[in-house]
Each structure stands twice: as structure tokens, then as C-alpha cells.
DNA sequence: TATTGTTATACTCTATAACTATA
DNA sequence: TATAGTTATAGAGTATAACAATA
């Protein structure tokens, strides 16, 4: 666990949060350029990237994932299904709900979309073969879901 | 250089960005959520942290440095400024330009944001404090910039 | 009566264009 | 004439409240 590691450790433990940060926010601005020369706003990114290709989302459940208001989520998918990116279908037993779908051509997209978004950054290049073995292996640790 | 990795290698790396980029997604809900506690909304963590305490920084030079129109950034800093949190100045020699500055009221908020920001995501505590310590050498080759 | 999603409406954030004051 | 910042205004994005359909 490394518990109470003391100064030198808690100062580790910053300054390499603090250099991923920078290089995220890097790469978080390049994402959303990519995305706007797509006509893909940051909204429409966030959308596309939650909504995974087979799966049906209700409407309700997405307003909850992303702490918004449910007419926010009416608007969000408006503005792609006039695009024909999404599609709404009615729920198979509980007509009140209505649940979004990606259509073939916002699968296409989202997969461009993503192309861009998992491409590990330049600089990753700096690394060797067994030095990112490594890493893999520090890294895996640090995420508490199935990697 | 390590170019020209390999199927292997390439997947390393995608595997390793992957799983921070999921690690940084939910660091930064997380932030934003400190800041809407402290009233601060997206726009002004930005601004806030932008701004570092002692620095006089030209309109001018924050819209270029965040792509915006000048009148947004009129606009962020009337917010800021109608709350005391920073101020604006008349620059010294041309007087068409003014410089903002944070208060000390802005100095303070901006330390207990960066509280939020910089303090490293509990996972870190996985790690022993030798394996940080290679993960730190690892993290410093991945940014360009001065450490 | 409670819940899902939509509509009507208002507020926030950002941009464009016209304007003021300097240079 | 050109530049820095503001104001007036319009548009995108988000929320609140009232509503219709269904449970």
C-alpha cells in the first residue's frame, strides 16, 4: 500500500501528476481540433465517444451519466440524428422510454473520432521497447477497473 | 529513438495511453466538481489558473493564448473582476493596453483550486515509493517542456 | 400518482461587427 | 492608418418549469 510515504514520496507523487497533466491537456486541445475540422463540436464528441456502436442507451440514463438535465440530452441527440448520426427507438416494453442508437454512418465517424483520441501522443516515441514494458506494468496498477 | 516499434510495441503504447486517458477523464470531473462547490465554473478555473499570482498579463495576449475573441475575454474578466478576484490595469507605457492581475482574494482562490488540480489521483498511493520513483524517471522523457 | 421525454423559455458563454481611445 | 479594448448583438449550449404520454 505505501502508505504515509512521507515528503519525498508525496513530492514524486506530484510532480508526475503534475508533467501527465500538462501532456493530457496537450493532447486534449489537439482532440478537440481534430474533431472541429470532423464538424464535430466538443459535445458531439463527448456523445459520440459514450455512445458505444450495438449498444442502446435510454435517454434518462444518459442525462444521469453526464449530470445534465434531461431537455439537454433532447437537444444533444436532436442535433445528431438530424445529422444522421444516432437514431431513437422506442423501448421494446416501456413505451415512456426512448433509447439512442449509433447509426452505420455515426459508427464510422465515432471510429475516426477515436482514431484520434486513443492515438498514443509524439512523445511516447521516447521510450524504448522495454522501458514501455514497464511502464505498462506501473501503469496497469494504477487503474482500479478491468484494464 | 525507438522507431519503428512493431506491432508489440505500437500496442504498448496504446494500451498504456488508454488506461491514463481513462485516469485523467475522471480526475478531471472530479476537478470541476471542487471548483463548482467553490462557485467557480469551468470557464474560470481556466482563467484562474492562467493567471499566475504576480504576473500582469495584456488582454490581448490571454485571447491569442486561448484562441478567443477579445470581447470573450472582456467578458471572463468583468466575472472575475465584479467578484474581486482580479483586477485590471492601466499598462505603463501604451495606454490602449490594460493587464489584469489576480487579487489577493483571486491568489487565494487560485491555491485552493490548484489544491484540487495538482494533488495526484489516489491511485498513486499503489505504487511503492521505488517504483514511483521510476515511473517519475519515465514521465520526465515524456515532456518536452522544463520539468 | 410517478416517471420519461419534449417544448417553451431564460440564462450563460462565445463570436462578429461597430465603436472609442490611443498609437 | 492601425491597434487595444469595449459595447451591441446574435448564436450555441445548458437549465428550469410546464406539459403530454405512459406506467
Redesign the interface.
Known sequence: ???R?GN??ER?????????????MAEHESHLEAAAELDVTPGDLKTLIALEPGRADRMRDLAEKWRCDASTVTWVVNRLETRNLVERRAHESDRRVKVVVLSERGVKLRTKLLEH?????E???????A??????E????????P?
Open positions: 500500500m505505501a502508505e510515504g519525498r514520496t514524486l507523487r506530484a510532480d508526475i501528476w503534475q508533467a501527465l497533466y500538462g501532456l493530457f483520441v486513443y492515438r498514443p501522443p512523445v511516447l516515441a521516447n521510450l524504448s521497447a522501458e514501455l514494458q514497464t511502464l505498462h506501473l501503469v496497469k496498477r494504477l487503474c482500479p477497473g484494464a
